[in-house]
């Protein structure tokens, strides 16, 4: 029992530690930088994540994402109505021509909703991103620590 354990962590250890620097993708005129996921707290049914997508190409449209580790991927957006921070699903994200866009906590962001279990630092969610012109392209999160200094404002915010 117990070496049976040790050796199952070992092999996720090792899983993750490579999936670590797979963070970008390129497919058609887009390249992906910077992925990454936020950590999640046991009890935790949602999951955030964040990128940068750079098109050299002409425009494109991110039109749908999903994952394995989730029920369903969403694409939000954030606004402020009043002084109060509001997220809402929206249906696509336009990605212009020759130029990026960048998903962050406090901006535009895709939410992991029903997620399996908890996203733990080490590990890596994928996601499957699909684009009108570019295709389809699966990329790896990095699950990374909800520091304050990663943009501590989007804990604080209600779902
Ligand atoms: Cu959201």
């Known amino acids: 029992m117990y070496c049976s354990k040790f050796f199952l962590s070992t092999f996720i250890l090792a899983t993750s530690v490579t999936n670590l620097f797979a963070q970008s993708a390129e497919v058609g005129k887009l390249s992906?930088?910077?992925a990454y996921a936020r950590e999640t707290v046991a009890g935790q049914s949602i999951g955030s994540a964040?990128?940068?997508i750079k098109n050299?190409?002409?425009a494109d449209k991110l039109i749908s994402a999903s994952s394995?580790?989730?029920s369903e991927v969403q694409l939000h957006t954030m606004t402020m109505e009043g002084n109060v921070m509001k997220m809402s699903q929206?249906?696509?994200i336009d990605i212009p021509p020759s130029?990026?866009?960048?998903?962050t906590p406090g901006g535009m962001h895709l939410m992991i909703m029903g997620i399996k279990s908890p996203f733990k630092v080490g590990e890596s969610v994928k996601i499957k991103f699909k684009f009108t012109n570019a295709g389809e392209v699966e990329v790896n999160f990095p699950v990374q620590?909800?520091?304050p200094a990663m943009g501590?404002?989007?804990?604080?915010?209600?779902?």
């Open 152 to 159: 501590g404002g989007h804990d604080r915010m209600k779902m």
């Open 145 to 147: 620590s909800m520091s």
């Open 90 to 92: 929206i249906a696509s």
């Open 32 to 34: 992906i930088t910077g």
């Open 68 to 70: 394995p580790s989730g």
């Open 56 to 58: 050299t190409g002409a």
């Open 50 to 52: 964040f990128l940068k």
């Open 99 to 103: 130029g990026s866009i960048e998903l």
